[in-house]
């Protein structure tokens, strides 16, 4: 069984391109959330996704979007990068109805603007 | 607002003594609370959680917590450490409310290192 599947592993983009991460989630599971976690930080709540919608959104500016397929994988879009942007952004899922906040985690994308 | 306090930044033990990691949480409402273990270069691991019900919780790998309302905190325990417990310690506190429950706090972590 399959875990959450993140992708790319690293990437090194510079100020103010663009770029697009992936996530699939656990088998099973139709709700996904994104995080970023700067280095020595938490991880920090960007956004939900389930049934193809953004359901609840963390602090973050609109540079950062998302899209959640039909399959329930989901892509993470960051506009216009900082290099505050360089951090390991975590892809998490869970099942919608099982609402306890536990979550499952990807290994990450680590992203390093430069 | 909610929001997670891990006051000790690193936490030293030797291996066979019992371990505490400290918690204390600010929300809004009847809280959810987690504790999450991350190792180098990974995810992060589900360990336990506490929802309503017994105050202490036991969670994977011989880990437990206890969860104190008056003094809002849930501190992670293990009665004999191992040196694989290593690792990263994230706390986090979502609110009982749907649709927000996934919407954790973390706190900022706290490094566990078992001296052998």
């Known amino acids: 069984d399959a875990g959450v599947t993140q992708s790319p592993t690293h990437l090194i983009k510079t100020r103010g391109q663009q770029v697009t991460l992936r996530c699939s989630p656990k088998s099973g599971h139709d709700t996904v959330c994104w995080y970023q976690q700067a280095l020595g930080q938490g991880p920090q709540f960007i956004f939900q996704y389930y049934e193809e919608e953004e359901r609840q959104r963390g602090n973050f500016p609109d540079r950062f979007s998302g899209h959640q397929f039909p399959n329930y994988s989901s892509e993470l879009n960051v506009n216009a990068l900082l290099l505050g942007d360089s951090a390991l952004y975590l892809c998490?899922?869970?099942?919608?109805?099982?609402?306890?906040?536990?979550?499952?985690f990807g290994e990450g994308s680590r992203l390093t603007v430069l | 607002a909610q929001s997670v306090a891990q006051p000790e930044d690193q936490v030293n033990v030797a291996e066979g003594n019992p371990l505490t990691v400290k918690c204390t949480y600010s929300?809004?409402?009847?809280?959810?609370l987690f504790w999450y273990v991350q190792y180098p270069n990974r995810g992060l691991q589900f360990l336990l959680k506490y929802i309503t019900g017994d105050n202490l919780v036991k969670g994977s790998y011989g880990f437990e917590a206890e969860f104190n309302k008056s003094q809002t905190s849930f501190h992670l325990k293990k009665p004999s450490a191992l040196v694989s417990d290593s690792a990263l310690y994230f706390c986090a506190v979502s609110l009982i409310s749907s649709g927000s429950a996934r919407q954790l706090t973390f706190g900022s972590g706290t490094q566990l290192t078992v001296l052998p």
């Open positions: 929300v809004s409402g009847n809280p959810y």
């Open positions: 998490a899922s869970s099942k919608r109805q099982v609402n306890t906040g536990e979550l499952f």
